[in-house]
């Protein structure tokens, strides 16, 4: 286990990462495109895949989170300086904690609540078996591929 000051970098550096990719305050109506209190705009890459998830969460909360899924996969190929690495053990944990921090971004975007609302909704006991099953998809997806080419 890292020291106590070691641990204390960490989260400040986890902290000012997750403020660079935050959206703070989003509503859907007026589909912001910049951080709102932070001043930076939204990349436009976040911002596609949140529309995307919403249109796929009026389906069900399986469809949102497969979306979210398969976007973030293609945004991490593409953009991987946003794996938080320093805070991660591996790169699935480092995946993981990114998923929870879009997550977060996501409700508070859609639904336009604060912060403690949207992880509260992220840690309710039938998201988290949602998101596991969802994964479990995932996971089952990306081998069928691989299962048809042999």
């Known amino acids: 286990m890292a020291s106590l000051n070691k641990q204390q970098k960490r989260a400040k550096r986890a902290k000012i990462k997750a403020k660079q990719i935050r959206m703070v305050g989003r509503k ?19 911002l596609a895949m949140f529309s995307k998830m919403r249109e796929a969460e009026a389906i069900g909360r399986n469809d949102m989170l497969l979306t979210l899924l398969s976007n973030l996969s293609e945004i991490i190929n593409d953009h991987p300086e946003l794996l938080d690495m320093e805070n991660a053990e591996n790169e699935a944990m480092a995946a993981t904690h990114l998923a929870a921090d879009m997550l977060i971004d996501y409700r508070m975007w859609t639904d336009g609540v604060d912060r403690e609302a949207a992880q509260a909704w ?10 596991g099953n969802a994964l479990d998809s995932y996971r089952e ?5 691989e299962a048809k080419a042999e």
């Open 28 to 46: 859907p109506a007026a589909l912001d495109d910049d951080l709102g209190e932070i001043g930076a705009p939204i990349p436009e890459y976040t």
């Open 122 to 131: 992220l840690t309710e006991p039938q998201f988290i078996t949602d998101f």
């Open 141 to 145: 997806s990306l081998e069928e591929p």
